[in-house]
Each structure stands twice: as C-alpha cells, then as structure tokens.
Nanobody
Framework: QVQLVESGGGLVQPGGSLRLSCAASGLAFSTTRMGWFRQAPGKEREFVAA????????YYADSVKGRFTISRDNAKNTVYLQMNSLKPEDTAVYYC??????????????WGQGTQVTVSS
C-alpha cells in the first residue's frame, strides 16, 4: 500500500526558510505526479504545489508562488518543498500526496502523519 512519510517541519521566524521532505513507497513514484498540501487549525486541507514526473513542470497555489519551490528525486522516491520568506499564515501541518491536477486521486486515503510548520516570532 501507499506509504508517505513527511519530515523537516519546525518552528521558524517570519522571513525564515524550511525544507520539507516526503519519502514515498508503494506507488510508481517516477511516473506519478506528486503534490504538497497543508491544513491549518480550523481550516480545510488546501493545495500548495505539485510537480510532474520530472523537475521541468511545476505549479503552485497563488499564496505561495515565488516563495516555495517543489522538486523531486526519483532515485530516492522523495519529493521536497523548499519554503522561503515564510509568513505566519503558512503555519499548518504539511502533507504530500499523489495528485491529479491540484487534487488527490478519487478514493485516496493514504495520508501520512504530516509535518508541522509553525511560523512565529
């Protein structure tokens, strides 16, 4: 079955940076679009960024465009999210998942535990 393990979160001051990682197994990683989502307290989970099979095609939510960069290493079955110029409103639990467009495939339930990102002074 699909297993996703996110890591790299933490507490950072506004304007700071973090790099998240997501190790994936149980899926054809090198041919699967992968994405990052986040869920802030009291809010629904939202799309953040996604990447096609190579690093040549990426797309982002407007709220993170120009600040976040998604990338992948197919040899390591890992997808990354470099987050720069962090803002308090970026505070959330971050998850990775396979994507179709900006959403997970129908019936997808194999969310990982996520990694907490807190932006605060």
């Amino acid at each position: 079955q699909v297993q996703l393990v996110e890591s790299g979160g933490g507490l950072v001051q506004p304007g700071g940076s973090l790099r998240l990682s997501c190790a994936a197994s149980g899926l054809a990683f090198s041919t699967t679009r992968m994405g990052w989502f986040r869920q802030a307290p009291g809010k629904e989970r939202e799309f953040v960024a996604a990447i096609r099979w190579t690093n040549s095609y990426t797309y982002y939510a407007d709220s993170v465009k120009g600040r976040f960069t998604i990338s992948r290493d197919n040899a390591k079955n890992t997808v990354y999210l470099q987050m720069n110029s962090l803002k308090p409103e970026d505070t959330a639990v971050y998850y990775c998942a396979p994507v179709i467009g900006a959403a997970v495939p129908p019936g997808f339930v194999s969310w990982g535990q996520g990694t907490q990102v807190t932006v605060s002074s």
